[in-house]
């Protein structure tokens, strides 16, 4: 996904606060999704300024990365206790956490942590998610199966079939951007599986990307050259483009 990168971005990557600071002073944008999720990769870093600033410039701590996880998730596993008790008070309740204190998230963090080491209890909560979510999108249930995909994915962040699920969710609920991104690291994780750029096709089609579209349709049909749904959106991306 490395198209969409931005200076910001670039600034958490390298753990610039100082630069992140002149950004944020600039107007940058302060909000984002997955991987451009800047408050929720400066909790990642434990970069406790960098957290500071952002949410005095706006950032919502509410939204999740690209695997669903809170930027208070993501302190509480890489961070510091005070990270932790920076975002405590701005971020809504999460469901799944029985004691809503600073306590209790960073003692439920560390619970799924030593549970995603064990690769039984991975392989069982995958695999129940993913069914989960292939019931609800059978069911035009779109936000739910989402929902399912995104809480697998917290589990195992390397399956490239939860990005492409997830995608061709984000795409019925009308969302090209998100499904976007989610084709991208579906791509990125399986360079060479046709249906990757099948939905990165279907992503740019949505976005009127009709040039871009033809161009990884293409792509996908030379290494998946029987697939019909490919094809047929290769001569509409070309009549369009």
């Not at 990642?44 to 952002?54: N, R, V, W």
């Not at 129940?128 to 999108?137: I, S, Y």
Request: charged fraction near 30%; proline fraction near 4%; hydrophobic fraction near 40%.
């Amino acid at each position: 996904m490395g198209d969409q990168v931005t200076p910001l971005s670039c600034a958490l990557k390298h753990s610039s606060v100082p630069c992140l600071k002149l950004l944020v002073q600039a107007g940058a944008d302060v909000n984002g999704f997955g991987s451009y999720n800047p408050l929720a990769r400066a909790a990642e870093k434990g970069l406790t300024e960098a957290i500071k600033c952002l949410l005095e410039a706006g950032a919502d701590p509410n939204v999740p990365d690209m695997f669903g996880r809170l930027p208070i998730e993501l302190a509480a596993e890489y961070g510091t206790w005070e990270d932790v008790e920076l975002l405590f008070p701005v971020t809504s309740k999460i469901p799944t956490v029985a004691d809503w204190s600073v306590n209790g998230i960073i003692s439920h963090i560390y619970l799924e942590v030593m549970q995603h080491e064990d690769d039984d209890f991975v392989k069982k909560k995958k695999s129940e998610l993913k069914r989960q979510g292939a019931d609800a999108f059978r069911n035009e249930d779109y936000l739910k199966a989402l929902e399912f995909y995104t809480q697998a994915l917290k589990v195992d962040h390397f399956d490239a079939t939860l990005f492409s699920n997830r995608s061709i969710c984000w795409l019925r609920l009308g969302d090209g951007k998100k499904a976007l991104y989610d084709a991208m690291e579906c791509k990125n994780l399986r360079p060479k599986w046709g249906k990757a750029y099948y939905r990165k096709g279907a992503a740019l089609m949505f976005l009127k990307d009709y040039g871009s579209a033809y161009d990884t349709l293409s792509r996908g049909l030379e290494l998946d050259p029987e697939s019909e749904e490919m094809e047929t959106l290769l001569w509409e991306a070309m009549e369009l483009k």
